[in-house]
């Protein structure tokens, strides 16, 4: 799960749910599936587009976010995993304001963080479904859930 370890939280996560209990996680997350999106993420570096950020990285990151260490108890089932599309209106400026926001960007050297700035910019200028104004970002809220054992 993104923002905290299973291996920490799990026990205190299947100590507090009700025996059968369901853990479930949404994420906003980019849809990578289309090509402009996946080339946006490969230019933007994983300091503005991060992990589990992207359909493809969430898919990986979050199939066995639930499973113990190899020393620990199991205490959740196999997770399923479900995605719902959405969008958000978007400009470029407006996109590049929000990806700059990252906690990746922020601590970034100044240097750097200009320089992937100006990465996106130049990529959002030159991608026929970004360069005339307002777009659609192409969005899925993923979720992945799993039952205490």
Do not use: C, Y
Not at 110 to 120: G, Q
Request: aromatic share 6%; charged share 20%.
């Amino acid at each position: 799960m993104h923002g905290f370890d299973m291996a920490v939280a799990g026990p205190e996560i299947a100590r507090v749910l009700a025996p059968g209990g369901i853990l479930a996680g949404l994420w906003n997350i980019l849809d990578d599936r289309v090509e402009w999106v996946a080339g946006l993420a490969r230019v933007s570096g994983s300091a503005a587009v991060g992990p589990r950020d992207t359909r493809t990285s969430w898919r990986a990151g979050t199939a066995g976010a639930h499973l113990p260490k190899p020393d620990a108890a199991a205490r959740f089932g196999s997770p399923e995993q479900a995605e719902f599309p959405h969008g958000q209106r978007r400009t470029a400026d407006s996109l590049v304001a929000t990806l700059a926001t990252r906690a990746g960007m922020l601590v970034m050297p100044e240097p750097e963080r200009k320089a992937t700035l100006h990465r996106i910019r130049a990529f959002l200028a030159n991608t026929s479904e970004t360069v005339h104004g307002e777009f659609r970002l192409p969005m899925l809220t993923g979720v992945s859930r799993t039952r205490q054992w």
